[in-house]
T-cell receptor, first 115, second 118 residues
Framework: AQKVTQAQTEISVVEKEDVTLDCVYE???????LFWYKQPPSGELVFLIR??????QNEISGRYSWNFQKSTSSFNFTITASQVVDSAVYFC????????????FGKGTKLSVKP | ETGVTQTPRHLVMGMTNKKSLKCEQH?????MYWYKQSAKKPLELMFV???????ENNSVPSRFSPECPNSSHLFLHLHTLQPEDSALYLC?????????????????FGAGSRLTVL
């Protein structure tokens, strides 16, 4: 079975704090993609990153960084020096193509960054 | 106009009404999707059209009826809905055909249509 678990339902931090959003996934496939999306109050999901299963190199994009560890089936997302504009719901997702071809989403983590 | 556009953004309807949600993408993508987002539940895939052909229907009740007249437009026709159908309905598109693991399967989402069924 394929599954994505985001154990943190809500996180609240004060501006400038660092925050890590956890994502644990389950799949039996060796080839798959992992994603993070951001959903601000306006509603649309905004793509943040895609990582394929053969690339375990961590990625940094400005204040955002991602830690992919196949050994623990985790793909965690860290925001450094958080800002109020980072307040949103963040979704981790798994995609394996094939006959399923469905993007499996976690339930999301609501991040509130207070000034 | 770019991206994925959904109309209306908000819709309130009675259980006996018939209404439609519209989605339009201007990205030249080959696949379009309807997702349902309910409170405290993961996003649920409802329908997928790949190259204008429906390829996925995750056992969605027949009171939801999709239509994809061309590669840029997707509709969700609603009739005799139930209050539990109240949710945010998100449309998305992707460059890659549904089911391909080409790496081009990033979904671009619209802002959603917030549906309330009374």
């Amino acid at each position: 079975a394929q599954k994505v678990t985001q154990a943190q339902t809500e996180i609240s931090v004060v501006e400038k704090e660092d925050v890590t959003l956890d994502c644990v996934y389950e799949t039996r496939d060796t080839t798959y993609y992992l994603f993070w999306y951001k959903q601000p109050p306006s509603g649309e999901l905004v793509f943040l990153i895609r990582r394929n299963s053969f690339d375990e190199q961590n990625e940094i994009s400005g204040r955002y960084s991602w830690n992919f560890q196949k050994s623990t089936s985790s793909f965690n997302f860290t925001i450094t020096a958080s800002q109020v504009v980072d307040s949103a719901v963040y979704f981790c997702a798994l995609y394996n193509g094939g006959s399923q071809g469905n993007l499996i989403f976690g339930k999301g983590t609501k991040l509130s960054v207070k000034p | 106009e770019t991206g994925v556009t959904q109309t209306p953004r908000h819709l309130v309807m009675g259980m006996t009404n018939k209404k439609s949600l519209k989605c339009e993408q201007h990205l030249g993508h080959n696949a379009m999707y309807w997702y349902k987002q309910s409170a405290k539940k993961p996003l649920e895939l409802m329908f997928v059209y790949s190259l204008e052909e429906r390829v996925e229907n995750n056992s969605v009740p027949s009171r939801f009826s999709p239509e994809c007249p061309n590669s840029s437009h997707l509709f969700l026709h609603l009739h005799t809905l139930q209050p539990e159908d109240s949710a945010l309905y998100l449309c998305a598109s992707s460059q890659a055909r549904f089911g391909s693991l080409s790496g081009a399967n990033v979904l671009t989402f619209g802002a959603g249509s917030r549906l309330t069924v009374l």
